[in-house]
């Protein structure tokens, strides 16, 4: 049973950072794609970042140049730099094993995993 669990979420103003945590659990794929995902309230979800057991990232273009992907054995990582009120939203973890990622990372269809989230508000 793949388990995905959340963490770091805050409250930070405008320009802070903050570095999100997803445990995973259960997996036992050799090939996998991680990947954060958000929501804010009214929208719909969308993708921030992917990276797969190759350690390849891949970022969507609302964030990049301000986030970084990462994991090791047993977490995924999201560091987030220079947070605007626009980033405030629910953040997500997704999994999906059996392949790396690829050009439909930002799909939310692909992924059969998901945590429950973590807050991220960001206050301006």
């Known amino acids: 049973q793949v388990q995905l669990q959340e963490s770091g979420g805050g409250s930070v103003q405008s320009g802070g950072s903050l570095r999100l945590s997803c445990g995973y659990s259960?997996?036992?794929?050799?090939?996998?794609?991680l990947a954060w995902f958000r929501q804010a309230p009214g929208k719909e979800r969308d993708a921030v970042a992917s990276?797969?057991?190759?350690?390849t990232p891949q970022y969507g273009d609302s964030v990049k140049g301000r986030v970084t992907i990462s994991l090791d054995e047993k977490n995924m990582y999201l560091q987030m730099n220079n947070l605007k009120p626009e980033d405030t939203a629910m953040y997500y973890c997704?999994?999906?094993?059996?392949?790396?990622?690829?050009?439909?990372?930002?799909?939310?269809?692909?992924?059969?995993?998901w945590g429950p989230g973590t807050q991220v508000t960001v206050s301006s």
């Open positions: 997704a999994a999906v094993g059996g392949t790396l990622c690829g050009g439909w990372w930002a799909r939310i269809s692909a992924y059969n995993y």
């Open positions: 259960g997996y036992r794929y050799v090939s996998y794609c």
């Open positions: 990276v797969d057991s190759n350690g």
